[in-house]
């Protein structure tokens, strides 16, 4: 009578809501039904920030390293820079109830064009500058899927924080 | 070049954006259209501004110059031969989805017009204005994908083994397992329809213009810079991902900084959501949230 796929069931019944966020974009839920996707990262990065006590959760989809490009569009949106971006999804996850000493972070995106010249290494300056904000914050990457050349999409749930990535139209993976 | 004769055949229709045709048709009914403003909506359509710079070229109509750009088109063409051109894009095909290239959220329109305005903004930089030409070249310049999908799905997972494993870029494993890549057929496409020469070198060489013979005015190095900046942004192709070459000497070109690319970027983010406002036809569900649902079935 009770199929395998419990969780399955469960959708069909409680459809679970899909939260997109998009290109330098970012939101937060403390609802468990939530699940936030983004889709497309190429040399953009995302981080999901995840509180499993409190089942608080923000993802940040942010484009470029340092807010220094462009100072009044990161004003307007802080979403769109690794700098200017962090502080915002942090605290909104506070706000919502998260613990700063509980927080697991992971990490995906930050891919490259093939090459070494720097103007096509976008993915690799995001993502040192993100490790170098998380690192000086003392705030451990406990799960990424980073670099290369492929496009992935993510999904991250709010309900036990686990974070699924989908690399180039591959199957999805959790990380 | 041997081409697969399959794949030769299918280049002859391609399939339009139905969105576009209604309001396009809509536009036409009219009794006093304005050209300027029907080739602002059509410009945002491959399918539709292939086809109708296909027929002004052809040899009916017998015109001394090549049109290159939507606008003239409109003009030479007049409402009928425009009804039917847009027709001939609409129908044929209609939500045929090119398979090969999709990743969820992807879709090969919305990277189209996002490399089209991209390409305006680098024009806007380098030259302080912006060119007809240009955005028609770019918003073409991955048609060839539009019938190589099919043939990619297919052969979906050597052409990923080949570039996860060996190290090939998408293009050389598109030619080792196609025996042509999408740019090549592009080009292909682009010669059978009798576009200038410039706009069928900026199709087939838009991943190499390192490799244009002919003596080249910078369409095809813009053509390919925008098409790369969108892939980093993510507006990009879909499954082939990042997975091209960075030719350096194009940045070098244009004397282009790393921050006037990152700058581009920001733009572009911009400019992407203008595109929308304007023609409400980028069937989106991830960057702009204000976007009202739109029809799935036309996503690539």
Redesign the interface.
């Known amino acids: 009578m009770f199929p395998g796929n419990v969780e399955g069931v469960f959708n069909t019944f409680y459809a679970m809501k899909e939260i997109?966020?998009?290109?330098?974009?970012l939101k937060v839920s403390r609802h468990s039904d939530d699940i936030m996707?983004?889709?497309?990262?190429?040399?953009?990065v995302a981080v999901a920030a995840y509180d499993p006590a409190a089942r608080v959760g923000g993802l940040l989809h942010f484009?470029?390293p340092s807010s220094s490009?462009?100072v009044s569009?990161a004003r307007e949106n802080p979403s769109?820079f690794a700098d200017t971006g962090l502080p915002v999804l942090f605290k909104s996850c506070y706000e919502l109830g998260a613990d700063r000493k509980r927080m697991v972070v992971k990490i995906a995106g930050g891919?490259?064009?093939?090459?070494?010249?720097?103007?096509?290494r976008?993915?690799q300056k995001n993502l040192t500058t993100l490790r170098k904000i998380l690192w000086r914050n003392g705030i451990l990457i406990s799960g990424e899927d980073t670099g290369s050349?492929?496009?992935r999409?993510l999904r991250f749930h709010i309900r036990d924080g686990r974070v699924q990535v989908?690399?180039?139209?591959?199957a999805l993976e959790a990380i | 070049m041997k081409i697969n004769p399959r794949i030769l055949n299918s280049i002859k229709s391609l399939p339009a954006f139905p969105i576009t045709v209604k309001k396009i048709n809509r536009m036409i009914s009219s009794p006093d259209y304005s050209a300027r403003e029907l080739a602002s909506v059509i410009k945002y359509d491959q399918s539709i501004t292939a086809n109708i710079l296909r027929m002004c070229n052809s040899a009916y109509f017998g015109l001394r110059h090549k049109v290159d750009n939507v606008q003239d088109a409109v003009l030479y063409l007049g409402r009928d031969n425009l009804v039917r051109a847009v027709l001939a894009a609409g129908i044929s095909r209609y939500f045929k989805k090119t398979k090969g290239y999709a990743v969820e959220g992807i879709d090969l329109w919305e990277h189209s017009v996002s490399v089209a305005l991209m390409a305006q903004i680098l024009s806007r930089k380098i030259y302080n204005h912006e060119d007809p030409k240009l955005f028609t070249a770019a918003i073409l310049h991955d048609v060839g994908k539009v019938v190589l999908g099919e043939y990619v799905c297919e052969s979906c997972k050597k052409i990923k083994a080949l570039v996860s494993e060996k190290g090939y870029d998408f293009l050389e494993a598109e030619e080792e397992v196609l025996g042509v890549n999408h740019a090549q057929l592009g080009g292909e496409m682009a010669l059978l329809w009798n576009f200038p020469a410039d706009i069928k070198d900026a199709i087939a060489y838009h991943h190499r213009p390192d490799m244009v013979k002919r003596k080249s005015n910078g369409l095809v190095w813009l053509v390919y810079l925008a098409d790369q900046i969108c892939l980093m942004t993510g507006i990009g192709g879909g499954a082939d991902g990042l997975a091209y070459r960075g030719l350096k000497e194009a940045f070098d070109k244009f004397k282009l900084r790393q921050q006037d690319v990152e700058e581009a970027m920001i733009l572009l983010l911009r400019g992407m959501e203008d595109a929308r406002d304007l023609l409400d036809i980028v069937p989106d569900k991830r960057s702009v949230p204000r976007t009202a649902p739109q029809e799935r079935s036309l996503r690539y």
Do not use: E, H, P, Q
């Open positions: 997109v966020v998009g290109i330098a974009d996707v983004t889709y497309a990262l190429g040399s953009c484009m470029l490009l462009n569009k769109m891919a490259n064009i093939i090459g070494d010249a720097s103007f096509f976008v993915g050349n492929t496009n999409t989908r690399k180039s139209g591959g």
